[in-house]
């Protein structure tokens, strides 16, 4: 059995967020009814052609559910919605500020209709405050909360490589109505969930921010080093670059002896904490390199498994497609798509004896006839 086997969530979503959301809910065994425009679908469906003609984030955020397309103008359709409701255990919405409320999907009209139904609004910047009808998308997220003020190098800033503000709303959501489905087994009754991309972002960003309340500034970027540990990030070597990450002074100890054989370094009272470390990194992080230089990558590499010391490699994206560890633990396998069969990483929930089902990507309104009688039924 699944975790979430015979919960229903209806969804009426789009884009990045809300469907990543409902996806998890479904590796879960959730049973997820994605209501889309008739006509163009979900705005993600269109984002691109990548994957077999198909938009690479709606394949990413769409699988193992069902698609019905309603037009919730239409006083038909808004019937199948509220009889889809009626049958519900959760309602997942993203929608504009104000746009479930002019549906009459609105948290008070629904709760007064089925008190057990839990209801998860997420939005850019809240259900109110001042920025409530702003316009939120994940790079504006990123730059109103200060990410790209951390992010990039010290002449540039830059955004997060990947959707961090839509990713962490998916998270805080599904976590949430997890825990709202516990609550419900306690009390029968159903919770409003109200989830912010900019909440999500400002509780992420709590580090540089008591840098700024309690030492009067924010870390500096510093590119791919880190801007409060030293030694951490990528250092070059002969032929290449080797990522380091001490955490402790054992790690230090380790990496002056064994990798560097400097063991002066070690010994050496500027280096002896991290903050130090930290406060001496331009004397310091030469001397790091004056070390590796002369060592090919394979060599160094070789040293810090030896010596215990925390390192990577500067993968590219298709490193990691063809990663070892990715093909050792069998993390790819085949989902179904419209467009045909493609790869996808199994979810990292890893619940013994629970394995996610990787279900089919829909295609716009595929169920829409089986779901439509079942609501008649």
Same mark, same amino acid.
């Given at each position: 059995?699944?975790?979430?086997?015979?919960?229903?969530?209806?969804?009426?979503?789009?884009?990045?967020?809300?469907?990543?959301?409902?996806?998890?809910? !479904?590796? +879960?065994?959730?049973?997820? /009814?994605? =209501?889309?425009?008739? *006509?163009? @679908?979900?705005?993600? %469906?269109?984002?691109?052609?990548?994957?077999?003609?198909?938009?690479?984030?709606?394949?990413?955020?769409?699988?193992?559910?069902?698609?019905?397309?309603?037009?919730?103008?239409?006083?038909?359709?808004?019937?199948?919605?509220? !009889?889809? +409701?009626?049958?519900?255990? /959760?309602? =997942?919405?993203?929608? *504009?500020? @104000?746009?479930?409320? %002019?549906?009459?999907?609105?948290?008070?009209?629904?709760?007064?209709?089925?008190?057990?139904?839990?209801?998860?609004?997420?939005?850019?910047?809240?259900?109110?405050?001042?920025?409530?009808?702003?316009?939120?998308?994940?790079?504006?997220?990123?730059?109103?909360?200060? /990410?790209?003020?951390?992010?990039?190098?010290?002449?540039?800033?830059?955004?997060?490589?990947?959707?961090?503000?839509?990713?962490?709303?998916?998270?805080?959501?599904?976590?949430?109505?997890?825990?709202?489905?516990?609550?419900?087994?306690?009390?029968?009754?159903?919770?409003?969930?109200?989830?912010?991309?900019?909440?999500?972002?400002?509780?992420?960003?709590?580090?540089?921010?008591?840098?700024?309340?309690?030492?009067?500034?924010?870390?500096?970027?510093?590119?791919?080093?880190?801007?409060?540990?030293?030694?951490?990030?990528?250092?070059?070597?002969?032929?290449?670059?080797?990522?380091?990450?001490?955490?402790?002074?054992?790690?230090?100890?380790?990496?002056?002896?064994?990798?560097?054989?400097?063991?002066?370094?070690?010994?050496?009272?500027?280096?002896?904490?991290?903050?130090?470390?930290?406060?001496?990194?331009?004397?310091?992080?030469?001397?790091?390199?004056?070390?590796?230089?002369?060592?090919?990558?394979?060599?160094?590499?070789?040293?810090?498994?030896?010596?215990?010391?925390?390192?990577?490699?500067?993968?590219?994206?298709?490193?990691?497609?063809?990663?070892?560890?990715?093909?050792?633990?069998?993390?790819?396998?085949?989902?179904?798509?419209?467009?045909?069969?493609?790869?996808?990483?199994?979810?990292?929930?890893?619940?013994?004896?629970?394995?996610?089902?990787?279900?089919?990507?829909?295609?716009?309104?595929?169920?829409?006839?089986?779901?439509?009688?079942?609501?008649?039924?």
């Amino acid at each position: 059995m699944l975790p979430l086997e015979g919960i229903r969530v209806v969804a009426l979503e789009q884009a990045v967020a809300a469907p990543l959301c409902t996806r998890h809910l !479904a590796d +879960l065994g959730a049973d997820v /009814v994605k =209501v889309e425009r008739p *006509g163009g @679908g979900d705005l993600a %469906r269109r984002y691109d052609s990548i994957v077999k003609g198909q938009s690479t984030y709606f394949v990413w955020l769409n699988r193992n559910k069902r698609s019905v397309a309603l037009d919730l103008a239409q006083p038909a359709d808004r019937d199948v919605c509220s !009889a889809l +409701l009626a049958r519900a255990d /959760v309602f =997942v919405h993203n929608l *504009g500020p @104000g746009a479930v409320d %002019r549906l009459g999907l609105g948290w008070e009209a629904l709760h007064a209709r089925w008190p057990r139904l839990i209801s998860c609004a997420i939005s850019g910047y809240g259900s109110d405050g001042p920025y409530r009808d702003r316009k939120a998308y994940d790079l504006l997220i990123q730059a109103e909360t200060a /990410v790209t003020d951390v992010t990039g190098t010290a002449e540039s800033p830059a955004k997060v490589g990947v959707s961090i503000a839509d990713i962490g709303a998916g998270l805080y959501a599904c976590t949430s109505i997890i825990a709202a489905l516990r609550l419900r087994d306690a009390d029968g009754d159903g919770r409003r969930i109200d989830v912010s991309l900019f909440d999500c972002l400002a509780e992420w960003m709590t580090v540089p921010a008591y840098h700024q309340m309690y030492d009067g500034k924010p870390p500096p970027r510093t590119g791919v080093r880190h801007a409060t540990i030293v030694p951490y990030g990528p250092y070059r070597c002969a032929d290449g670059e080797v990522m380091l990450a001490v955490q402790n002074e054992g790690q230090w100890d380790r990496l002056c002896r064994h990798v560097l054989q400097r063991p002066g370094l070690a010994e050496d009272p500027r280096f002896a904490t991290n903050e130090l470390r930290v406060r001496a990194r331009e004397t310091l992080e030469p001397l790091i390199e004056e070390a590796l230089l002369p060592l090919p990558r394979q060599v160094a590499e070789e040293r810090l498994g030896a010596g215990n010391v925390p390192f990577a490699a500067r993968s590219t994206v298709a490193d990691l497609v063809a990663h070892p560890q990715l093909a050792s633990r069998a993390r790819w396998v085949e989902v179904a798509t419209p467009g045909g069969a493609v790869r996808a990483i199994i979810p990292p929930f890893n619940i013994a004896g629970a394995p996610p089902p990787m279900g089919a990507v829909p295609g716009l309104d595929q169920h829409g006839a089986q779901i439509r009688r079942e609501v008649r039924g």
